[in-house]
T-cell receptor, first 113, second 111 residues
Framework: DVKVTQSSRYLVKRTGEKVFLECVQD?????MFWYRQDPGLGLRLIYF???????EKGDIPEGYSVSREKKERFSLILESASTNQTSMYLC????????????FGPGTRLTVT | GQNIDQPTEMTATEGAIVQINCTYQ??????LFWYQQHAGEAPTFLSY????GLEEKGRFSSFLSRSKGYSYLLLKELQMKDSASYLC????????????FGDGTTLTVKP
């Protein structure tokens, strides 16, 4: 079974803090993704990566950065957390260069106060 | 731009059949996925269509018409556990299989 794990299920941070969300997959997938999910707005892509050290902006990259130093790990960084970044964050991975079904982690519910 | 439309909510009765529609307009098309997401959980894969026609998988089937930019998910013999959100997603960029997701259709199954 493909397993995608995320470092925390729930996280509470203060405005201005630097926040790290970690994602690890165990199936040697090339592609990894970070989404946020908000009521009424669906899943929105923040960043994705198709290889180690390769990253591309998704639809809403502002206020975020990412790091992929190892194939199995994809980190999302909030440089200076703001209240409008309170959301559910979902990591996913998929195999191959053309993409395939995405396997999602359990999600991290981040609250910024 | 990318645009995917699904109904926001649907209600159906246990044992019945329900069809959830998805229309899309994307720059490039390389396949369409349906995912199921129960409340508080992550999405899980249901089906994949890349060619026109119907794909059947047990109680679930998915149909695609690329010329019409249209897909549907058909759920038969509905069970209470099918109450969930159903997400339509289009792969429109083969670089890493970047996908755009619809907002999801929340299905409520009533006894």
């Amino acid at each position: 079974d493909v397993k995608v794990t995320q470092s925390s299920r729930y996280l509470v941070k203060r405005t201005g803090e630097k926040v790290f969300l970690e994602c690890v997959q165990d199936m040697d997938h090339e592609n990894m993704f970070w989404y946020r999910q908000d009521p009424g707005l669906g899943l929105r892509l923040i960043y994705f990566s198709y290889d180690v050290k390769m990253k591309e902006k998704g639809d809403i990259p502002e206020g975020y950065s990412v790091s992929r130093e190892k194939k199995e790990r994809f980190s999302l960084i909030l440089e200076s957390a703001s209240t409008n970044q309170t959301s559910m964050y979902l990591c996913a991975s998929s195999p191959g260069t053309g993409g395939g079904e995405q396997y999602f982690g359990p999600g991290t519910r981040l609250t910024v106060t | 731009g990318q645009n995917i439309d699904q109904p926001t909510e649907m209600t159906a009765t246990e044992g019945a059949i329900v069809q959830i529609n998805c229309t899309y307009q994307t720059s490039g098309f390389n396949g369409l996925f349906w995912y199921q997401q129960h409340a508080g959980e992550a999405p899980t894969f249901l089906s994949y269509n890349v060619l026109d026609g119907l794909e059947e998988k047990g109680r679930f089937s998915s149909f695609l018409s690329r010329s019409k930019g249209y897909s549907y998910l058909l759920l038969k013999e509905l069970q209470m556990k099918d109450s969930a959100s159903y997400l339509c997603a289009v792969i429109h960029n083969t670089n890493a299989g970047k996908s755009t997701f619809g907002d999801g259709t929340t299905l409520t199954v009533k006894p």
